[in-house]
């Protein structure tokens, strides 16, 4: 089930009305080591650390699942009208 921000009543949506409306506040517990390397890497502060981390997932699911596709679709592509070119 997930949650929205009706789950708890509007609660956390009021105390985290600065950040705006697309926004979720998350308690987690995480190692503080992988949380200090990993905002050293990106050089970010914790908030944008783990957004990052996150896009980084959804985009490597994207990726396998564009992998998955390798060798299933069969396309029939004219490279010189895609490109735009006249042909001559």
Do not use: F
């Given at each position: 089930?997930?949650?929205?921000?009706?789950?708890?009543?509007?609660?956390y949506t009021r105390m985290n009305h600065?950040?705006?409306?697309?926004?979720?506040?998350?308690?987690?517990?995480?190692?503080?080591?992988?949380?200090?390397?990993?905002?050293?890497?990106?050089?970010?502060?914790?908030?944008?650390?783990?957004?990052?981390?996150?896009?980084?997932?959804?985009?490597?699911?994207?990726?396998?699942?564009?992998?998955?596709?390798?060798?299933?679709?069969?396309?029939?592509?004219?490279?010189?009208?895609?490109?735009?070119?006249?042909?001559?």
């Open positions: 089930m997930a949650l929205t921000a009706h789950a708890y009543g509007g609660t600065r950040a705006g409306p697309e926004t979720r506040r998350v308690t987690a517990n995480l190692p503080i080591k992988l949380v200090a390397d990993a905002c050293q890497v990106t050089g970010l502060g914790i908030t944008e650390t783990l957004v990052t981390g996150l896009e980084r997932v959804k985009r490597s699911a994207a990726a396998a699942k564009a992998r998955a596709l390798k060798g299933k679709l069969h396309l029939t592509i004219d490279i010189e009208t895609s490109r735009e070119r006249a042909r001559h």
